[in-house]
C-alpha cells in the first residue's frame, strides 16, 4: 500500500484548493481573491525552488563512496601484489596503503579546494575552501538533476576516493625498484600540481575541458575519470618508468608473478568496487546509475573474454594473467563512456580496448624496451584513450548511446574528447617529467642494486610477506 507524501509543495497546494472553496461558498470574499492568491503562491514559491535531499542518494552515494575506497583498500593492493616477485610484496601493499593515507590528509587540508573550491580559473579551483573553510554537515552539493542535492561532506569523500587510488595506479610502472620515501614525497607533489588541476578542468563547472575552451564550445564527456584518473596515471607512469630506470637483472632474472591467485582476487575486488566508481559518479539513485552499472557488467565481459581469445590466436593458450589484464583493461575503457553509452556499445567498446591494451602490453613495450613493470601505461593509460574516443563515438542514439548535446554530432564530440585527451597527455605529462626530477634531486629515486636484490620488503620495512 502506498503512503501519501506530504511535504511543502503538496500542502501549498492543497492551501489553494482550500482557498478557492472558500470563495465559491462565500461570495463576500471575491474582492480578496487576487491577495489570498498571491499569498498562497508566495508561500508555495519558495518551497518549490527549495533543494531536496532524498535518502536514497545519500545512501547510494556512501555505498559508492566505501566501493571506491574497497578498490584501492585492498583491490588494488592485492593486484599489483600479487604481480610482483614474493620479496617485493610488501612494498606495493604499504605503498598503496600510505598513499590512502597520505592523498585522505592532503585532500581535505587542501586538494578539495584545488579541484572544486569554486574559483572562477580554467585551471584550478582556488584556496576559498582550504582547511574545508565554510563547509558544515548541513552544506549541500548539486547533482546532476535541478533542485536534486547530496551533503557536500558525501561529495567531498566520494571524489577523496578518486583522488587517493590515481597515484596508487602510478606506482605499478616502477614496483620493485623505488624508494619508498620517493614514493610519499612524489605523490603529494602529483596530486597537488597534476592531478587536483585536471580534476578542476574536467569536472568543475568553470574548468578547462568543462567548458570546451579549446573544441569549439563542446565539452568533452568523462563519467567517472577516464581523463582525470587513468590516462593521467598512464602518462604519469610511463614518464615514472623511464626516470626510474629498469629493474636489475631484467631479462636476466625471472621476475614472473608470485601469486596469480592474489591477483585474481584483487582482480575481481577492483571489478566489483568498480560499480561504485562507475555508477557512483551518477550521483544520484536513478536511472542513471543502472545504465552505468549494466555497462560496467557488459564493457568489461567484452574486454576480458577478447583478451582471452587474442592470447588464445596469439600463444596458444589463454592465461589467468591475460583474464585479469582484460578486466581491468575494460573498467578502464568504459569509465569515461558508462553513462552515455548502450549495453551493446559497452561490449564492442570493451573488445576494442582489450585489443589495443593487448598490442601494446605485448609488442610496443617489447620494442621501445621501456619497463613498466605492471603495465601501468599500457592498460590505463591506453585503454583511457581508447575508451575516451570511443565514448565520443558510441554516445551516438545510432550505436544504442544517449545521444550529444543539442548541436552536437559525432564529429564534434570525437574532436572534443581528442582534446581533452592531449590536454591531460601535456598537462601529466611535463608535470609528471618535472616531479619526477624534483624527487630524484631531493632524496633519490632508486634503491641500491644490493637493496633492490634483497627485496624492498626487508630494505624499506624490515619485514617479509611470507615465512618459510
Not at 492568491?37 to 531536496?52: G, V
Not at 584545488?114 to 554537515?137: D, E, I, N, P, Q
Not at 636476466?252 to 561504485?276: K, Y
Not at 601535456?426 to 629515486?445: E, P
Request: aromatic content about 10%.
Amino acid at each position: 500500500m502506498m503512503r501519501p507524501v506530504f511535504n511543502a509543495r503538496t500542502l501549498a497546494a492543497a492551501g489553494l484548493g482550500l482557498c478557492a472553496a472558500a470563495l465559491a461558498l462565500h461570495p463576500a470574499l471575491a474582492q480578496d481573491a487576487p491577495a489570498a492568491a498571491s499569498a498562497a503562491t508566495e508561500a508555495a514559491a519558495p518551497a518549490a525552488a527549495a533543494s531536496t535531499v532524498d535518502k536514497g542518494d545519500v545512501a547510494w552515494m556512501m555505498t559508492s563512496t566505501l566501493l571506491v575506497l574497497f578498490m584501492t583498500m585492498p583491490g588494488l593492493a592485492l593486484f599489483y601484489g600479487g604481480l610482483v616477485r614474493a620479496k617485493n610484496m610488501l612494498s606495493v601493499l604499504m605503498q598503496c596503503t600510505v598513499i590512502t593515507g597520505v592523498v585522505m590528509i592532503v585532500w581535505v587540508l587542501w586538494g578539495y579546494s584545488f579541484a572544486f573550491g569554486g574559483g572562477t580559473s580554467y585551471f584550478w579551483g582556488g584556496m576559498g575552501k582550504v582547511f574545508l573553510a565554510g563547509v558544515t554537515k548541513d552544506s549541500l552539493s548539486a547533482t546532476f538533476s535541478d533542485g536534486v542535492e547530496i551533503p557536500e561532506y558525501l561529495f567531498i569523500a566520494f571524489q577523496m576516493t578518486f583522488a587517493v587510488i590515481t597515484p596508487a595506479l602510478i606506482v605499478g610502472a616502477f614496483a620493485e625498484r623505488i624508494k619508498f620515501s620517493a614514493v610519499v614525497m612524489f605523490t603529494i607533489l602529483w596530486v597537488t600540481f597534476v592531478y587536483f588541476p585536471v580534476a578542476h578542468m574536467v569536472w568543475d563547472a568553470s574548468g578547462l575541458i568543462f567548458n570546451g575552451v579549446l573544441s569549439n564550445g563542446v565539452a568533452a564527456i568523462d563519467f567517472a575519470g577516464g581523463t582525470v584518473v587513468h590516462i593521467n596515471a598512464g602518462i604519469a607512469a610511463l614518464i615514472g618508468c623511464m626516470f626510474v630506470g629498469k629493474r636489475a637483472g631484467l631479462g636476466r632474472d625471472i621476475m614472473a608473478p608470485h601469486s596469480m591467485t592474489l591477483t585474481m582476487v584483487g582482480a575481481s575486488i577492483l571489478w566489483v568496487g568498480w560499480f561504485g566508481f562507475n555508477a557512483g559518479s551518477n550521483l544520484e539513485s536513478n536511472a542513471g546509475a543502472v545504465l552505468a552499472m549494466i555497462n560496467t557488467f557488459t564493457a568489461t565481459a567484452g574486454a576480458m573474454v577478447a583478451w582471452c581469445v587474442v592470447e588464445t590466436i596469439m600463444r596458444g593458450k589463454a592465461s589467468m594473467l591475460g583474464a585479469a589484464s582484460g578486466i581491468v583493461a575494460g573498467l578502464v575503457a568504459v569509465t569515461p563512456a558508462c553513462g552515455t553509452i548502450g549495453p551493446v556499445g559497452a561490449i564492442v567498446l570493451g573488445a576494442i580496448a582489450s585489443c589495443m591494451c593487448y598490442f601494446f602490453v605485448s609488442v610496443v613495450k617489447n620494442a621501445l624496451k621501456y619497463d613498466d613493470s605492471l603495465d601501468v601505461f599500457g592498460v590505463h593509460g591506453v585503454g583511457g584513450i581508447v575508451g575516451a574516443i570511443g565514448t565520443g563515438v558510441f554516445t551516438s542514439t545510432a550505436l544504442g548511446g544517449t545521444g550529444y548535446a543539442e548541436g552536437v554530432g559525432m564529429t564534434g564530440q570525437v574532436w572534443a574528447q581528442i582534446v581533452a585527451i592531449l590536454i591531460t597527455i601535456v598537462w601529466s605529462g611535463v608535470g609528471s617529467a618535472i616531479l619526477f626530477a624534483i624527487t630524484k634531486a631531493v632524496i633519490g629515486l632508486r634503491p641500491s642494486v644490493e637493496e633492490e636484490r634483497e627485496g624492498l620488503d626487508l630494505t624499506y620495512h624490515g619485514e617479509v610477506a611470507y615465512h618459510s
